[in-house]
């Protein structure tokens, strides 16, 4: 028989929830905190009695770091505003337009979901090469634009658009790009903005193919930029952990703003 918890008390179930909730950001929390302890008390066990804003400062103003946040900035937003404009275009047509092999393209971009990036590094490289676009902003960029799961999340969602919406524009005169433009992408705005979250915090996070696409350290995103530091500073472990939780701030804050729209596209497409 089936026992409930009183309400006002805590079960069994919700301390085990609470622990692991608390050993999952416990390593943050250690990472907060040592951030802002001086040089000398970093690595200590005992907390934290003195606190300081010199390890960010430092890392601000002695490390071409702000140079390393704008570069994160400005190729996750160009990625993520165009991806998700060409990605709602190509699921728009595997769900709703009828051509020949439209079956074997949608299969094709659901198969490479199976292939990661470090499989395909070293090709990827050379086709970028080949174009010229190696140490460039276009190398960062252009090669981060395509996402199957984008494609597949976006498809999914405009096979269930009534088809009574599209016969309507249809009438009015509405061409297959008037449709898209007028009634696809006004309907798809939520699930437009959950995908903005991922796509900004996938190439916020990337790391391995802008170490290998770029040389110069003006293009230098932060991830990178994280890594240097552990080389830089070994033994001075207070401004990695400053210039990592400079790095994390951006993602924290816009999943906080989306992470409604994220939940939301997931329960819609049924993925767990």
């Known amino acids: 028989m089936r026992t409930e918890t009183p309400r006002g008390r805590i079960g069994p179930k919700a301390v085990f929830a609470y622990l692991i909730a608390f050993l999952t950001v416990l390593p943050l929390l250690w990472l907060l905190l040592s951030a802002f302890r001086p040089g000398s008390d970093v690595l200590s066990s005992s907390l934290p009695t003195k ?24 190729v996750a937003v160009t990625v993520t505003v165009i991806a998700l404009f060409l990605h709602s275009m190509a699921a728009y047509a595997l769900a709703r337009l009828r051509f020949r092999g439209r079956g074997f393209a949608f299969a094709t971009v659901v198969g490479t979901l199976l292939i990661s990036l470090p499989v395909i590094l070293v090709p990827l490289f050379l086709v970028v090469r080949l174009l010229g676009l190696v140490d460039s902003y276009a190398g960062l960029i252009v090669p981060g634009i395509f996402n199957a799961f984008g494609i597949f999340l976006l498809r999914q969602f405009y096979l269930s658009v009534p088809r009574e919406l599209e016969e309507a524009a249809r009438l009015d005169g509405c061409g297959y790009f008037g449709i898209y433009w007028r009634i696809i992408l006004p309907l798809s705005r939520p699930m437009l903005a959950s995908l903005a979250v991922l796509f900004f915090l996938a190439n916020w996070n990337s790391f391995l193919w802008p170490l290998a696409v770029t040389q110069d350290e003006s293009l230098r995103v932060v ?24 790095a994390a701030i951006p993602t924290v804050v816009v999943f906080l703003i989306g992470q409604r729209r994220l939940i939301d596209s997931l329960k819609t497409t049924g993925l767990k």
């Open 223 to 246: 991830q990178v930029g994280v890594s240097g530091l552990q080389g830089q500073y070994a033994s001075q472990y207070q401004y990695v952990l400053a210039g990592a939780v400079l």
């Open 51 to 74: 606190f300081t804003l010199g390890n960010l400062g430092y890392v601000l103003t002695q490390i071409p770091f702000a140079r390393y946040l704008m570069n994160s900035a400005f």
